[in-house]
């Protein structure tokens, strides 16, 4: 079992930066896939970044070289600098893990989720 805790969101004008955490309990945090994904009102949760247990990352196109997603396994912790942000990043952002090796942006690939945070960006 993990657990997941996100915690950061909240207010930014376009163009600002925010740094999102998630903090992950349980059992061998380092075995696992992490990502961040994010669910606007009435549309479907889709994929933001992946990263491996090695570091390896994949990004979806609406957010290379804006975002970065990381992770300090000694913090069991998961982390999404954001930075020139706009409006349309507006969303709930979840972290979620999966056992084993995947570097995609399937939501049915992932075992585990949090609860969310909510990002609000304004224009």
């Known amino acids: 079992q993990v657990q997941l805790v996100e915690s950061g969101g909240g207010s930014v004008q376009a163009g600002g930066s925010l740094r999102l955490s998630c903090a992950a309990s349980g059992s061998s945090y380092n075995r696992y896939c992490m990502a961040w994904f994010r669910q606007a009102p009435g549309k479907e949760r889709e994929g933001v970044a992946t990263i491996s247990r090695k570091g390896r990352t994949t990004y979806a196109d609406s957010v290379k070289g804006r975002f970065t997603i990381s992770q300090d396994n000694a913090k069991n912790t998961l982390y999404l600098q954001m930075s020139s942000l706009k409006p349309e990043d507006t969303a709930m952002y979840y972290c979620?893990?999966?056992?084993?090796?995947?570097?995609?942006?399937?939501?049915?690939?992932?075992?585990?989720w949090g609860q969310g945070t909510q990002v609000t960006v304004s224009s």
């Open positions: 979620a893990v999966r056992f084993g090796g995947y570097l995609g942006l399937r939501v049915t690939e992932f075992d585990y």
